[in-house]
Antibody, heavy 123, light 113 residues
Framework: QVQLVQSGAEVKKPGASVKISCKASGYTFIFYAIHWVRQAPGQRLEWMGWINAGNGDTKYSQMFQGRVTITKDTSATTAYMELSSLRSEDSAVYYC????????????????WGQGTQVTVSS | DIVMTQSPDSLAVSLGEGATINCKSGQSVLHSSNNKNYLAWYQQKPGQPPKLLIY???TRESGVPDRFSGSGSGTDFTLTISSLQAEDVAVYYC?????????FGGGTEVEIK
């Protein structure tokens, strides 16, 4: 079955970086996109960016521009999200999610989602 | 950015009764090229990731019980649970995928009365 499995929980100090992996299985990796969404306590779901798993094109939310980098390893059918210059407000559960690839500038719903990775930023 | 506003924030419904959740987008998410509304609904239970229920505003995802239905167009959308079951206790989110940044509503918590 289609599945996204994320790496485990992380505890980081302010100013550090975190890199989360998202291992895809059960489908042809390069035919879809992977998006990253985070959910902080008491906050709404927040979209961070996405990668075209076929050609590697990326697009990031302005909210995270300059701090987030999304990459992929096609041979490992894995996507990665790295967030730098961490601050306490970045403490959240981070999700990856699969989406259809559509024509440029057009997007799709998310299905399925990874199980989530808790990132805690604390001194 | 397209702001998605859900109402109510929470609602308590008796088992077997209906529940209605509203979602309003700050601008239309109806694409003129294909006449489709770029709007999805998700269900999230505690400790779990969101699960897709509805896409294109009214198309039920495979495997989703038919008591869940979506309606609306343009800027105003509704998720209806026709007969609430115990397993439907969750937080429900709408999302627009019309334009980046892709944005979500604040969520509606559904509980049993």
């Amino acid at each position: 079955q289609v599945q996204l499995v994320q790496s485990g929980a992380e505890v980081k100090k302010p100013g550090a970086s975190v890199k989360i992996s998202c291992k895809a299985s059960g489908y042809t990796f390069i035919f879809y996109a992977i998006h990253w969404v985070r959910q902080a306590p008491g906050q709404r779901l927040e979209w961070m960016g996405w990668i075209n798993a076929g050609n590697g094109d990326t697009k990031y939310s302005q909210m995270f521009q300059g701090r987030v980098t999304i990459t992929k390893d096609t041979s490992a059918t894995t996507a990665y999200m790295e967030l730098s210059s961490l601050r306490s407000e970045d403490s959240a559960v981070y999700y990856c999610a699969r989406a259809d690839l559509r024509d440029s500038g057009s997007y799709s719903w998310f299905d399925p989602w990874g199980q989530g990775t808790q990132v805690t930023v604390s001194s | 950015d397209i702001v998605m506003t859900q109402s109510p924030d929470s609602l308590a419904v008796s088992l077997g009764e209906g529940a209605t959740i509203n979602c309003k987008s700050g601008q239309s998410v109806l694409h003129s090229s294909n006449n489709k509304n770029y709007l999805a609904w998700y269900q999230q239970k505690p400790g779990q990731p969101p699960k897709l229920l509805i896409y294109w505003a009214s198309t039920r995802e495979s495997g989703v019980p038919d008591r869940f239905s979506g309606s609306g167009s343009g800027t105003d959308f509704t998720l209806t649970i026709s007969s609430l079951q115990a397993e439907d206790v969750a937080v429900y989110y709408c999302q627009q995928y019309f334009i980046t940044p892709l944005t979500f509503g604040g969520g509606t918590e559904v509980e049993i009365k």
